[in-house]
């Protein structure tokens, strides 16, 4: 066999494994299903846009099968998608705990957030919301953001916070709107955000930091007053609102989730799911469903989303050091 023969054959052998890899190929030709893990449990915001995404690439993927595995603040189902065969088979939802922010809030982790895992696109950004109880608001008379802050300066040690617990998003939000702020509130850790919010609203605590899909309802009956949203610019959900940002410079803390592989997953596998799920977060009818969730699609490159996560995990370095939260 001659130089030349060698090198076709070579070159189709590659062209083979190449498409051997494809998910579309093994999910639609082989009857391989695509399995998404959800690191939390069914029913929450990042499970409703999972399963619709996964109903919009049925045509370019194949079956995409919804797995379900909460557990450890995300780390469980994180951890099975970092050990599974990347083999474009195994993918699953990377979030704001699971990748920037447990990574220094719990002492062990299964799983490196850095090295284990292949961006494939973020999916969600949710701002996050300041809000008091509206009651509590009129009768000390805070209207703004200034208001709350001169507030807590003239009345040293009488305001205090709630959140979904030690580490959670709304502790670590509020620890640096305090430090930003120059002021200080105890803060008053709850099993759960909506516990939370209930204390809220049961003026057991006097503000928190909530995620803006929990928040809406309560603002727009009037019983929640919204001060600002955490991330860097206004919302269009909550019109006349403004951003954190207005008042400290680069403030910004939203919730985010996206798509992710294992690590070793070959790149032409990548791209194919990127090209897939891209298209369906562009999609007009995503666009509408997410926005029942006051979730904003956002699509991007694989190299776009690991560039988001790595600079996400630094940041929340300095908030989880400058809480004190662990988890051990």
Not at 65 to 71: F, Q, S
Not at 134 to 163: E, H, R
Not at 188 to 215: M, S, T
Request: hydrophobic share 50%; charged share 15%; net charge positive.
């Amino acid at each position: 066999m001659n130089r030349r023969n060698l090198t076709l054959l070579a070159s189709a052998a590659a062209a083979a494994a190449a498409f051997s890899f494809s998910p579309a190929a093994l999910a639609q030709d082989s009857g391989q299903p695509i399995r998404l893990i959800v690191p939390y449990a069914p029913g929450g915001p990042i499970d409703v846009t999972a399963r619709a995404l996964a109903e919009r690439v049925r045509d370019s993927l194949g079956t995409v099968i919804i797995d379900n595995k909460g557990g450890a603040g995300g780390n469980i189902g994180a951890d099975a998608i970092a050990k599974a065969a990347p083999d474009g088979l195994t993918i699953g939802i990377a979030a704001t705990a699971t990748h920037a922010v447990n990574p220094w809030l719990y002492s062990k982790m299964p799983y490196d957030a850095a090295k284990d895992f292949a961006g494939i696109t973020q999916m969600v950004r949710v701002p996050n919301v300041l809000v008091m109880n509206a009651a509590k608001a009129d009768q000390l008379k805070i209207n703004t953001v200034a208001d709350l802050i001169a507030y807590a300066k003239s009345n040293p040690a009488k305001l205090n916070y709630g959140s979904g617990g030690n580490g959670s998003a709304g502790h670590l939000a509020g620890e640096l709107f305090k430090q930003r702020a120059g002021i200080f509130a105890l803060h008053i850790p709850y099993r759960g955000a909506n516990p939370a919010q209930l204390a809220l609203l049961a003026g057991e605590v006097d503000f928190n930091i909530d995620n803006l899909a929990a928040a809406a309802p309560n603002i727009r009956l009037g019983k929640l007053k919204a001060l600002a949203v955490t991330s860097l610019e206004a919302s269009s959900s909550l019109p006349g609102v403004p951003p954190l940002s207005a008042t400290f410079k680069g403030f910004a803390i939203d919730t985010w989730w996206g798509l992710v592989a294992p690590a070793a997953t070959p790149k032409p596998v990548i791209d194919k799911l990127n090209k897939a799920f891209v298209a369906a977060l562009n999609a007009p009818e995503t666009k509408t469903r997410f926005g029942a969730l006051l979730a904003e699609p956002v699509a991007t490159t694989p190299p776009q989303f690991d560039s988001f996560m790595a600079a996400e995990r630094a940041k929340y370095q300095q908030v989880v050091k400058a809480s004190g939260a662990k988890v051990d």
